[in-house]
């Protein structure tokens, strides 16, 4: 069986763990510093992307359901290697930096 795109790299994979064992409006701030860290990192949002997924997509995983996660997710999916790691790093940071206050 194949490893998940977000299985790949060892900071996307925590990430996404983290963000999936954290309470639901935690993972809604999370999504949205996400996009914003793909933002600053230079990644371009591809807007068909989302709108093809959310059309054609049977919303069964965990992250479906919410609007952000889902568009976070799909975009840092779409993104490269060195944008995934670099925003996976920084929301990484940002999660820990949290739960240390």
Excluded at 25 to 44: N, S
Excluded at 74 to 94: G, H, R, T
Aim: positive net charge; charged residues 35%; hydrophobic residues 35%.
């Amino acid at each position: 069986m194949g490893k998940r795109w977000y299985e790949l790299s060892p900071d996307v994979c925590i990430v996404i763990s983290k963000i999936e064992m954290s309470k639901e409006e935690d993972r809604t701030r999370y999504a949205k510093i996400m996009l914003k860290e793909l933002r600053l990192a230079g990644y371009e949002p591809n807007k068909q992307i989302y709108l093809d997924r959310i059309r054609s997509y049977n919303m069964r995983r965990w992250y479906d359901k919410n609007r952000f996660l889902f568009m976070a997710f799909e975009y840092l999916k779409d993104s490269d290697n060195k944008v995934q790691s670099q925003v996976a790093y920084n929301v990484l940071q940002f999660i820990r930096s949290e739960n240390a206050a």
